[in-house]
């Protein structure tokens, strides 16, 4: 099956600063690679994905690549903001639709 | 993400008891997963349903079981035989099992053994 590791684990920025989270992939069949939020105790919410034909996408302050001969995926956040603290999951699925979910990373924002 | 109920929000288990929890869909989704997520670790597989009456095991199913009689329903006993099932359980489902869609999220139940 598909196995996904995520750095780093924790990631502490100045507001105002950019942050970058990293996943690598295992199966070369995976094509959609989405990205979740999660807040303290509340449910991952969808906040960007991509797919396999695509190397890149963006949406206001987040941007997501991609390269697939590496198999690896990243988030980048730009001009971070207090609210960005969150655990940020990368996941990856197979042409089954059956996602891994990367360990998370726990981002801090210091004002 | 409004569209999946989970229920109830907070259970306890005494040793040796099964305990369901429910998971309702309202956006005619074929797809639906469970979660597992212990604290401060990702989310881990248990069982998945591509289509009514049909299901899969995951890749941590032992100790638990589930059904798809209805499409919008998709519940998830946690049996005796499950440990360590002190977790916050995560339902999901997505449109459709085979195209790629997003994967929406329940807000969630909290399991804790007593």
């Known amino acids: 099956g598909e196995n996904v590791e995520q750095h780093p684990s924790t990631l502490s920025v100045q507001e105002g600063d950019s942050a970058v989270i990293k996943c690598t992939y295992s199966d070369s069949a995976s094509n959609y690679f989405p990205w979740y939020k999660q807040e303290l105790g509340k449910r991952p919410q969808l906040i960007i994905d991509?797919?396999?034909?695509?190397g890149e996408k963006k949406d206001q302050r987040i941007a997501v690549t991609l390269n697939k001969t590496a198999k690896h995926f990243s988030l980048h956040i730009t001009e971070t903001q207090p609210e960005d603290s969150a655990v940020y999951f990368c996941a990856a699925n197979t042409g089954d639709y059956k996602l891994s979910f990367g360990a998370g990373t726990t981002v801090t924002v210091r004002a | 993400d409004g569209g999946i109920t989970q229920s109830p929000k907070y259970l306890f288990r005494k040793e040796g008891q099964n305990v369901t929890l429910s998971c309702e869909q309202n956006l005619n989704h074929d797809a639906m997963y469970w979660y597992r997520q212990d604290p401060g670790q990702g989310l881990r597989l248990i069982y998945y349903s591509q289509i009514v009456n049909d299901f899969q095991k995951g890749d941590i199913a032992e100790g638990y079981s589930v059904s798809r009689e209805k499409k919008e329903s998709f519940p998830l006993t946690v049996t005796s035989a499950q440990k360590n099932p002190t977790a916050f359980y995560l339902c999901?489902?997505?449109?459709?099992?085979?195209?790629?869609?997003?994967?929406?999220f329940g807000e969630g139940s909290w399991l804790t053994v007593v």
């Open positions: 999901a489902s997505c449109s459709s099992y085979y195209s790629g869609n997003t994967i929406y």
């Open positions: 991509i797919r396999s034909n695509v």
